[in-house]
């Protein structure tokens, strides 16, 4: 790390091991004499901070493509900087959700009644190491470089975020340690359920464990049995991809390849995967990557011309708005999958029209915002080399990817995060003395809150939100529920994300997916179901002899024998000979009487 002050929060970690409860509080007594050498050498400031009682932080991935500095070791390491790269207006718009959630707290007379609530705000770039600068840097506070640290305990008593599942494993880890918990809005790691591991970790999206059933239910629904796998090169694309195995185990569905996408993009890394999607048989594709994965990836798969794919999206990428331009469409239209539940935010629209430059001046991303909107800068320089503009243009219907407020699905879940940190310290404060859940039935100060003891009233919070329960189980998930959506041709040629049904997790097994296929329009623009198999079904009259070697998806066709027939399309029976390796498929045992 380029700070010092990484070596105050890891002789903190070290000290939290070793000490009670009761004596946590201690900390900041007895780091005080090292103050003098325990100075930040580089900053990193939040986007967006107010004043609170209590104070949360945010963690969103502002911008993606992240450009890592040269660290030759000659010289001063440069910060990591997110600024100057691409800047993703759908997570400004998360971001500004919990502001809008925030505002909305602290103007209501029976929430949080007297007390109000602060935020720190950081930009992630979408990269671990940059959320885990944010996540430090919420903890030392915000600071000009040389600055005493270590002096005060941070005030932090819990973190909205982050988004993709490898931000929030490394954030995690280093707030468990201060027991400060973590909801996150896109997180959807199985591994993050391991409460061993993640003992502070919540998240009010469903884990992929569910959303693996539903990619398995889809495959067997539409009868794709030979299908291709590509996944980031991180734990949550591995533990996707297990868990999707683990649940094909008992169907008729194969994996015929497995590719990674690296975290570091190359073309050179993405021409080799499209050259082994070309030569495959399975038409359809499923993905467990995030959007700032594919962005790069998908515009080398255009240059491709590669055309017919049938795309099965994750909920982190199926409603991205960067996608949604007339130029996917020949390529991504007719994608599927599952997406998280929409929502409904009555004040959003509004509260995305007060943010312009002009009332952010100092912001470098609001700044940057309308640089990407509008193509101009409020305040052109050399280094922008942009058309000026005034910084108070109209936000209008064709700014999507910031103004879609239509049906919010993960600035829902950044709003439902918040309120869900509200209401469990509205219920930690109406503690009643002598009737509370801690030692000696007492309850929390409010004038000293510790995150451990927010982390209670979290785990038992329920309330509605717009018609919705939200509540947490023993492994800080949320109840699973998915839209189902379709890439459709909209009415200006770009792409429209459809409605086509449902996966409610709280169904009987089987009884889950529910699909409106009429509705439904498939790759290539076609309305009948893509076919996807290694091998086409044997007519009747003939059976399946499986390839040594090879999935039990691929088979060859052979006549039965004289006298038995199979009585219908692919059917077939399983014979366990001496090596359970070697499968036969034969005819019926029935001789026909002629």
């Avoid at 900053?43 to 911008?63: A, R």
């Avoid at 796998?229 to 991180?234: A, Q, S, T």
Wanted: hydrophobic residues 40%.
């Amino acid at each position: 790390m380029t700070s010092l002050a990484l070596l105050c929060l890891l002789y903190f970690a070290v000290s939290v091991l070793t000490l009670t409860d009761s004596s946590l509080s201690s900390i900041t007594t007895a780091a005080a004499p090292a103050a003098s050498k325990c100075t930040l050498l580089n900053s990193f400031q939040p986007g967006f901070v107010v004043q609170g009682d209590y104070v949360i932080g945010g963690i969103f991935p502002i911008h993606f493509n992240l450009k890592m500095p040269d660290l030759n070791g000659t010289y001063r390491p440069p910060p990591i900087n997110c600024n100057g790269h691409r800047i993703d207006p759908r997570a400004f718009r998360w971001a500004q959700s919990m502001r809008l959630a925030v505002e909305e707290i602290n103007q209501n007379p029976v929430l949080l009644q007297n007390h109000t609530l602060g935020y720190k705000i950081f930009d992630s770039c979408g990269y671990p190491l940059t959320g885990q600068r944010a996540v430090l840097s919420m903890l030392n506070g915000v600071s000009e470089e040389n600055s005493s640290m270590c002096t005060n305990a941070s005030s932090l008593l819990a973190v909205i975020g982050a988004a993709g599942s490898p931000q929030s494993i490394v954030v995690s880890r280093i707030l468990q340690t201060f027991r400060i918990p973590m909801i996150s809005y896109a997180s959807t790691c199985a591994c993050l359920s391991d409460r061993q591991k993640y003992p502070t970790f919540f998240r009010v999206i469903p884990s992929d464990d569910y959303q693996v059933k539903a990619f398995a239910q889809l495959l067997v629904h539409f009868n794709w049995t030979w299908v291709g796998l590509l996944r980031g090169d991180h734990d949550y694309g591995r533990f996707a991809a297990k868990g999707l195995l683990r649940e094909l185990q008992d169907t008729k569905v194969c994996v015929a390849y497995q590719e990674i996408i690296p975290l570091l993009y190359t073309r050179q890394a993405g021409l080799r995967i499209m050259k082994v999607m070309r030569s495959s048989t399975a038409k359809v594709v499923l993905v467990f990557a995030f959007e700032g994965e594919m962005t790069p990836f998908l515009r080398d798969y255009m240059t491709q011309n590669i055309t017919g794919i049938q795309w099965v999206a994750i909920n982190a990428w199926v409603t991205a708005s960067v996608f949604s331009g007339r130029e996917y469409y020949p390529y991504l239209g007719g994608t599927i999958g599952f997406s998280i539940r929409k929502g409904h935010i009555s004040r959003l629209g509004d509260f995305l029209q007060t943010v312009n430059p002009k009332r952010y001046p100092d912001n470098v991303l609001v700044h940057e915002l309308w640089e990407s909107l509008y193509g101009c800068s409020p305040f052109p320089s050399s280094v922008t080399q942009m058309p000026p503009c005034s910084g108070q243009e109209s936000l209008l219907e064709q700014h999507s990817a910031y103004m879609n407020t239509s049906s919010p699905r993960f600035s829902y879940n950044v709003y439902k995060a918040v309120y869900a940190i509200a209401h469990s310290l509205h219920n930690l404060l109406l503690c009643q003395p002598g009737r509370g859940p801690f030692q000696n039935n007492s309850c929390a100060q409010s004038n000293n809150i510790q995150p451990w003891q927010l982390q209670h009233y979290l785990q038992e919070v329920n309330f509605h939100i717009a018609g919705e329960e939200v509540a947490f189980d023993a492994k800080g998930d949320s109840v699973p529920y998915y839209d189902i959506i379709n890439w459709q041709r909209g009415t200006e040629g770009n792409i429209a994300f459809v409605n086509v049904g449902l996966f409610d997790g709280t169904k009987a097994i089987g009884e889950e997916l529910l699909i409106q296929e009429d509705r439904i329009m498939w790759a290539g623009h076609q309305s009948e179901v893509p076919v996807s198999v290694c091998s086409a079904s044997c007519l009747p009259g003939f059976r399946k002899a499986v390839r040594r070697g090879e999935p039990i998806c691929c088979f060859d066709c052979v006549p039965c024998d004289s006298g038995k027939i199979s009585n219908q399309t692919g059917e077939f029976e399983l014979n366990y000979k001496k090596s359970k390796q070697i499968h036969s498929y034969y005819c019926s045992t029935k001789v026909m009487q002629y």
